[in-house]
């Protein structure tokens, strides 16, 4: 088989266009083959002369494309390697855009064909531009491929470097938008992380303000959809959904109104209500796949938080078994499943059968939770204060004495 034999970079360029057209060409015979390889390699060679590497790129991409599925997988790569270095030829922005461009939707085309082998092309392609913009679109590119061809698990690692990527794309806000959005999508489709697929869905709610109201509307699904998967998580038990607008708007709209009041039971209010709401809407539950007993289960915990969070620090068992709904066996199992949760730090009175609360996790973070949290940031300050007058008061009549001993000893 013809192979690939780098030299110069100019004519690394026409051995792939050589090499790519020849195998395009094979099954035609060598009398209508050869002229048109040669047809081919001379407008190749007039792109380099003229810098038309736009012209260049689309001319190797045309028969790369007929090769995909008929070469190795290390030729294909030297070959795309080879047409994503043209980017680094131009100096014109706008010309390395439209490579990229061309590249990357050349290569998203067919994803379940060798989809590995694309998402490392598009990495490759990512790496070598030096425009911010276009690195995002080719990233971009790169999530889609991951989703269709199922070969999510070799762009995951990247969500961990997200923040730095947006420093360095200063994209808008429509662009984070989309990204958020097709990164949560990445993760759910891949049965990744639920927490990470819901934490870049709640990035995407966040974007939205209340003054955007139009462009709100656009984000209904995915707003309940977030609250459907908040519920559902076992591991999930608090959230800031109520403070976004995106969400707020599910309160007042006739499809999704059910969900937006289920969150409202989830994050500020126990058990009964829960019991309430599922008996009038049982069918409404089910049809958002959401398990009744598990349900349950996380209202249970959060139940508990919730009497956790009282002034008095202090929980009696008997309270816990009417809130919870559970036999006085079970008050302790509980107790040690909401500790298991890092819900909360406390201490069993078995004595005299009262929970001692040291901490306890908020399931909403609003301008309440701060006054407590000032509250206690302010009494923590005085309390050091004191400390520090104690120590400094016992330390003057210690120095002294040992300036005695010293006048003494002399």
């Known amino acids: 088989m013809t192979t690939v034999v780098p030299t110069s970079e100019d004519d690394l360029s026409l051995s792939v266009v050589r090499f790519t057209s020849e195998l395009a060409w094979a099954d035609a015979g060598p009398e209508i083959a050869e002229p048109q390889v040669e ?9 380099m002369v003229m810098g038309k590497w736009l ?36 100096e014109d922005p706008d010309q390395i855009l439209e490579m990229a461009q061309l590249i990357s939707a050349k290569i998203v085309q067919q994803p379940n064909d060798r989809p590995a082998l694309r998402l490392k ?58 990204l958020f959005l097709t990164i949560s999508n990445v993760l759910r489709e891949s049965k990744s ?43 999930m038990f608090q959230c800031d959904l109520l403070e976004m607008p995106a969400v707020g708007q599910l309160e007042g709209d006739a499809k ?14 126990r058990l009964d209500a829960y019991l309430e709401f599922q008996a009038a809407n049982s069918a409404s539950l089910k049809s958002y796949g959401l ?63 009262v929970v001692v609360v040291s901490r306890c996790t908020e399931r909403v973070f609003g301008e309440q939770q701060w006054v407590v949290l000032r509250g206690k940031l302010v009494t923590w300050k005085e309390n050091i204060a004191n400390v520090i007058s104690t120590i400094q008061a016992n330390k003057v009549p210690e120095d002294a004495s040992q300036a005695m001993q010293g006048v003494m000893i002399r």
């Not at 070969?151 to 420093?167: G, M, Q, R, T, Y």
Request: glycine fraction near 2%.
């Open 39 to 47: 047809r081919l390699c001379v407008e190749a060679q007039e792109c």
């Open 55 to 90: 012209d260049l790129v689309s001319l190797m991409l045309t028969s790369a494309d007929l090769i995909f599925s008929k070469v190795s997988e290390k030729d294909l790569e030297c070959v795309f390697t080879v047409i994503c270095n043209a980017v680094t030829k131009s």
């Open 121 to 178: 092309i598009l990495f490759n392609l990512y790496n070598l531009l030096n425009i911010p913009y276009g690195r995002f679109q080719v990233y971009m590119k790169s999530l889609n491929l991951a989703i269709n061809g199922k070969v999510a698990e070799h762009i995951v690692p990247s969500f961990k470097k997200i923040d730095s990527f947006l420093k360095e794309w200063n994209i808008g806000i429509n662009d984070q938008r989309e």
């Open 193 to 235: 992380s639920a927490k990470d697929s819901f934490k870049f869905l709640a990035k995407y709610l966040a974007t939205f303000s209340g003054e955007d109201a139009h462009a709100m509307i656009e984000a209904k699904e995915e707003a309940a959809r977030a609250v459907v998967e908040f519920v559902k998580a076992p591991d």
């Open 256 to 269: 999704y109104a059910l969900v937006y009041q289920l969150l409202m039971i989830f994050m500020t209010q």
């Open 291 to 353: 398990v009744h007993e598990d349900c349950i289960t996380k209202m249970r915990l959060m139940s508990l938080v919730d009497l956790g969070s009282s002034e008095s620090g202090q929980i009696p068992y008997a309270l816990i078994r009417d809130t919870l709904q559970i036999n006085d066996d079970d008050v302790e199992s509980w107790v040690v499943k909401a500790i298991s949760a890092k819900l909360l730090d406390c201490k069993m009175d078995q004595l005299n059968e």
